[in-house]
């Protein structure tokens, strides 16, 4: 078993059971959608429906990628597969990693023969995704019948590991390259720690257009790698555990940056799920509440998550009277004030790089 198999199988085991949730809020309960006492709605009248990367879901709800690589990979990937194609939902896969190393992984990645209708997602590192090229990232996505890839950005969690990734240059003209050459959307992915106003201008003037902020507030993948490794990789881990920017300020800073935005990190139950898609998220996207459901009852546990999960954001749109997911971007709201001051800061880094860009183009004339 080489090591990035171990790894998966330990990630897998923590996240099913350790202490991996961040402390930290991710200020999605700072926002107070008003109720409506008179929706003039029925139940069956609200539209869930969205179309995300060229396909229709039932509601906006990503299975957010989890595993791959290792053997018990493969029956997590298809029973998340079946709840999403029962349920008509999206999920991605796991890193894949694992089968950039060793092809002979690939058949844990496979669920197309049972999701033929699902949003399916890729997923690779961005610091694999420079190495290998864009060719032979594309044919890992086309091994699976992906409709999109996500290209995870991790580099606090690799800063963690004791064999981690330490060199990050070059990623952001890998992301430019991929976007240009790859024949399927990418989407661009944290894994915990959120995006900056900064980064999602440098990015979005690479050529994306998609991005998972995955904020702060949910997993926490330094503090999953604080409970394995060495001591160093312990003190590390708790040190960096809480880092990042909150889900619910990363959400608005991608939508100001003209990004079409999924919003993960965190996102626990459909008051949650409302509220991101409020400020402006075209879906939600969840990884731990399914793979603990998983754990616990197998395909019956997941469908359940999904369908009260699913049930509870139509019941927010009658209580808000939207109509429809887009609808609740007009509901009227309250933010609380934790949340309008990270909202208050973003201006001065997008002036600053844009400053910075326009001095450097006037000094190249």
């Given amino acids: 078993m080489n090591a990035v198999v171990r790894r998966k199988r330990s990630h897998l085991e923590l ?8 402390r930290r809020s991710t200020l999605l309960e700072q926002v107070h959608l008003f109720h409506e006492a008179l929706p003039e709605l029925a139940c069956d009248e609200v539209a869930l429906g969205v179309t995300l990367l060229g396909r229709r879901l039932h509601a906006p709800i990503v299975i957010s990628g989890m595993s791959g690589g ?3 990979a493969r029956e997590l990937n298809r029973t998340l597969a079946r ?7 999206g999920m991605g896969v796991g890193s894949q990693r694992a089968m950039l ?3 002979s992984t690939a058949s844990t990645y496979q669920v197309r023969d ?3 209708d699902v949003l399916l997602l890729a997923n690779i590192g961005v610091v694999q995704a420079r190495d290998a090229g864009a060719q032979r990232v594309a044919d890992l996505a086309a091994a699976i019948g992906a409709d999109a890839l996500c290209v995870h950005l991790n580099p606090a969690q690799e800063l963690v590991q004791d064999d981690g990734d330490r060199d990050f240059r070059g990623c952001l003209d890998a992301v430019a390259r991929l976007v240009a050459e790859l024949p399927l959307p990418v989407i661009v992915k944290e894994t915990g720690c959120g995006f900056s106003p900064s980064t999602l201008v440098r990015l979005r003037r690479a050529g994306v257009r998609w991005i998972d902020v995955a904020g702060v507030g949910g997993t926490t993948w330094p503090g999953v790698e604080a409970l394995r490794g060495s001591s160093r990789q312990q003190t590390l881990g708790a040190e960096l555990r809480e880092w990042g920017v909150p889900t619910a300020a990363a959400v608005v800073y991608a939508r100001q940056c003209g990004l079409s935005t999924i919003a993960s990190g965190g996102v626990r139950g459909a008051m949650d799920a409302a509220r991101a898609l409020a400020l402006g998220a075209e879906a939600v996207s ?4 399914f793979l603990r459901a998983y754990r616990a009852a197998g395909y019956a546990g997941v469908h359940e998550t999904a369908a009260r999960l699913t049930e509870g954001l139509r019941a927010v749109l009658v209580l808000t009277g939207a109509r429809a997911v887009g609808d609740l971007r007009r509901v009227p709201r309250v933010l609380g004030p934790q949340l309008r001051a990270w909202l208050a800061a973003r201006a001065a880094p997008i002036a600053a790089i844009e400053d910075r860009e326009t001095h450097a183009n006037t000094s190249d004339d």
Avoid at 15 to 22: F, H, I, R, Y
Avoid at 286 to 289: E, I, N
């Fill in 15 to 22: 996240c099913g059971t350790g202490d991996v949730e961040g």
């Fill in 70 to 72: 290792a053997a018990e």
């Fill in 83 to 89: 709840v999403a194609q029962d349920l008509g939902l």
């Fill in 101 to 103: 190393l060793d092809p």
């Fill in 114 to 116: 049972i999701a033929p």
């Fill in 286 to 289: 969840l990884a731990l509440p």
